[in-house]
């Protein structure tokens, strides 16, 4: 039977070149063989197989020869990655001539340097046979044939030999320039470039005839393909990360992982790709690429990124007209192997242009950075000959390596050679060479030392004192010590001067307070000490006498003299120090109570009859001693010295020149400690924690009223919660001198309320501030008070001054300036307690007040006692006289009240008026 084929056969004789032949499979089972699908082919509809069960695909080529000679012709089936392929050449009666396997590890053709299956089919003259390819798939391939003549394939072999010559060529130039050049220059782009290359030659080889059979091509044709396009895009991509540094990390992970994937997805698809996907693959990756560029490209050389933009796309135009010569996918492109072997070699070429640009810009900045560098080093150099310090460099066992002129100046060198030959070992500038081995070991510790002092010696053997500050570094797998020394020898005896002086009295030599104390905490934090802790506390007597009669500088010298004198007793058995003025500490820990109060004893006879002179006169002083056995009682240092100074002001209140030992059940020495406790809590309660001010009106007794008057009264709220009146802290203010930081708080606490209150201040006549005697003599106040009416919004007029009449009989003097004073700023005084002191009429002829306040014991006894009537009349004849107002104080009921009145006095005041209140309660009268 003779086959009636689906399309006219091919005249071999017209094939003149190369004809591609566009054939529709037929699909069919498997286990149908070629006569089954003749026979098919023979029916009237065509083949009528169930499609389902289709895997095997016929492609029939009829051909035949009317040419009076012989015809040899090549189909080839340019496929990238082979399939096997079963060959069937029936001559004109259907019968089988040959029977061909195109199979892994069953190739009966023989090879060609082509792609793909290559038959070779001659037809005699007047012939007709026809070939059959059955290709067993699972779906429907791509089974492109082409048809050549002898001479056609012939020149198409030479050709495809020739260029793939020429891109082998050009690659392996490429290839083995970059190798060696990144052997010489040690750079990641030359590397990646050669990796590139590396990879085409690799896949222009795995794609030729006879290296696709020995790879079994035709098995894992589409996994060594895979394989090559991941190494070529991730050697790419590297070549990307190499020329643009500033690439982030997280970045470069993102840019290497996508070649994986496009492995992934087109390799082991999860679902149906389009076929043009495959296209995409290499375009899509250097437009990454390129935006990678852009991003991140150096803006000193903007043409790289361009040039690079320009190579991925000769690059992209490459991969297109390769794949476009095996793929079915329908591209408006032109199979054009030597426009594809073109673009990939212009592309390859301008990625080494870029390479070399960015090597370029990369050595132009090394040599910016290497002259920036010489230029630095150059004033670093400069710095280093000029620096005023002492700088060096020298090997870990002392050898010195490098010094600067200050060096040479600094331990007495003339020169540099000098000293580089003199000096064997650096050591040498250590007083002690023992010092560098325990600084070489703090550095190997710590790595740096900075601001060490050290005693140093000089070439001529002196010593002196330097800081030095020096460190570790390494060079050329050396360990090296460099170091800068300054002299500090004038700070040194500056800070050891600062030292004795802060911890010595500057006139006497001896321990100061603050050194004494230390000593004495220091004996207190003791354990178990073996003698007991005895304070001595010394105060001279009749000082004053010497300091008043011949001037400080004999005081001064009589201190020395008598402190040296006291030393030499103490014979290194204690310690002494200056506490004070005319007073010295003495604490011994080496004695017993006994031995310690007969060395205080002989001290006070010794001073007793020791004799001062100057300047022809002769001074006898005394020496009274407070002795306390600190281990007998539970205190701590202050305590201590508290209670030793209590120890000798008892012994001066006994009679001078004695010794003291504390007694804790002494009711004198409770009474003393008693006073001290008060000032205790007054310097509290001046810091705001106990004073309270009250206050308490007085009233007109014959006129009208023209606002309110009132005193300002001190109360101190003590711990148990009662409040204390000033009679019984005073005197204690009076003999230690507080006085006038409680008038201070007073009147400041008693301004900032009255601004505080300005409705108050409005109505307010006289607010009657206390102010004692010896606050009046105190300057500071004085300025206190003249800086506090220039910055308050308080009247002058509107503050009268209370003083005592006590106090004023013994500082008229500082009253009077303090009167005319403040005076001027219009503010009132008047004379307190009038009548309780003896020299009342002195006073109140002698002081400018506008105010007499009559005592209280006289105004008591007003009604019973006609004496005190006529004293109280005699005040107010007295009053009247210099045309000042009285004030009779303690009124304590409505007779006494009307009495007043009757005798002409101005003012009263006493509970029948107003009782003392909390001036924050304040309320008009």
Known sequence: MSLQPTRAAIELSDVSATQNVDIAPVSAPAYLGYQDI??????????????SQATRYWYILPLQNTSGREHTTFISNPRLIPVPT??????EKDRIINVINYDVDDYELPHTFTPGLTLPVSLAPATKNTVMFSVETDTLPHFPLVLRSEAAFSHHVHERLLLHGVMAGGLIVLLVYFALSHLYQQTGARFWLAGTCLVLLALLASLQEPVARWLSFMQYGEYILSGLGIAFLFALGKFTHALFGRIPLWLRIINLSLPLVILLVSVLPLWPLPAYIEFLCIPVYGALQILLCVLFQDRRILSLSRLLGVAWLLLSLSWALFLVQFSAVALPL???????????LSGMCILAICVLLAERNLSRQQINTQARTIDDLNVFYHLFQNSAEGLYTSALDGTLKTINPAMCTLFGYDDEPQMLRSVTDTSDFYADPGQRDVLVGELLENKTVTGREIMGRKADGTQFWFSISCQLHKDKGETYLSGSIIDVTDKKLSDINLNYMATHDPL?????????????????AQPDPVQPIILLYLDLDRF???????????????IKELAGQLNTLLENRGTLARLGGDEFGILITTLSQTAAYKLANRMVESVREYRFSWENHVFTVGLSIGLLNASKYECDPDQALFMADAACYLAKQQGRNQVYCYQRHDERLQKYEQELDWVHVLNKAIQGEGFELFYQHYRPLNSVPRGDCYEILLRLRLS?????????????????NVTARLDRYVIQQTFSWLEANPAYLEQLQYCNININGQSLADKDLRRFLLTLFERSPV????ICFDISETTASAHKMPIQEFIETFGALGCHFALDNFGSGFSSYACIKELSVQCLKIDGSFVKGLLSDPLDSAIISSFKNIAQARDITTVALCVEDESTLTQLGRLGIDYAQGNVIASPAPLSEFKAL
Do not use: M, W
Not at 38 to 51: I, K
């Open 38 to 51: 003749l026979q098919a082919l023979q029916q009237p509809g065509g083949p009528n197989f169930n499609l």
């Open 544 to 558: 004053k006498a010497v300091n008043d009669t011949c001037g400080h500088k004999a005081g001064d010298s009589l």
């Open 86 to 91: 079963t060959i069937y050449l029936l001559d």
């Open 508 to 524: 006497t030599g001896i321990y100061n307070r603050r050194e004494f104390e230390a000593a004495l905490k220091a004996a207190f």
């Open 334 to 344: 032109v199979a054009a192997p030597v426009s594809a072997a073109a673009a990939l």
């Open 720 to 736: 148990d919660g009662t409040l204390a009146a000033p009679a019984s802290f005073l005197p204690t203010a009076e003999r230690y």
């Open 795 to 798: 009247p002058g007029d509107k």
